[in-house]
Nanobody, 125 residues
Framework: QPQLVESGGDSVQTGGSLRLSCKTS????????IGWFRQASGKEREGISC???????IDVDSVKGRFTISRDDAKNMVYLQMNSLKPEDTGVYYC???????????????????WGQGTQVTVSS
């Protein structure tokens, strides 16, 4: 059974940094595209950053230049380095796996089949 487990969420002040980790198991990560998503309280889940199995990446405009997604297939890990954090970055962050048929990633939550349980990020001003 595929599993994804996020970690690294915390409470930080504006301008701070965090690195989120997504530990995967139950499948061969190298074959899959992975996405990071955020859900703020009372809002829909939105795509933040994703990485294809060829390491091509897509970032939502609001995080470009601040967030960097990366992967280490040998360690079954995907990371999201978040710098210059803002209060609007607050939310629960999820990683998710796209079906193996697709080597490229998207920022649409509907394109992903397995999800982690999420990790909370809170940025205070």
């Amino acid at each position: 059974q595929p599993q994804l487990v996020e970690s690294g969420g915390d409470s930080v002040q504006t301008g701070g940094s965090l690195r989120l980790s997504c530990k995967t198991s139950g499948f061969t990560l190298a074959y899959y595209a992975i996405g990071w998503f955020r859900q703020a309280s009372g809002k829909e889940r939105e795509g933040i950053s994703c990485i294809g199995n060829d390491e091509t990446t897509i970032d939502v405009d609001s995080v470009k230049g601040r967030f960097t997604i990366s992967r280490d297939d040998a360690k079954n890990m995907v990371y999201l380095q978040m710098n210059s954090l803002k209060p609007e970055d607050t939310g629960v962050y999820y990683c998710a796996r796209r079906p193996v048929l697709y080597r490229h990633c998207t920022l649409s939550p509907h394109d992903y089949d397995y999800w982690g349980q999420g990790t909370q990020v809170t940025v205070s001003s």
